[in-house]
């Protein structure tokens, strides 16, 4: 139940930081 939860939420959590990050990126430098 943690093993396997694990991989795929860590992997949905690193694209969801990348684009809040790039998101970011693009409003603060137009």
Known sequence: MSSH???GF???E???V???IA???AI???
Request: net charge positive; hydrophobic share 80%; charged share 10%.
């Open 5 to 7: 939860r694990r991989i």
């Open 10 to 12: 860590t992997l949905i």
């Open 14 to 16: 690193l694209l969801v």
């Open 18 to 20: 990348i684009a809040i």
């Open 23 to 25: 998101l970011l990126m």
């Open 28 to 30: 603060l430098m137009p």
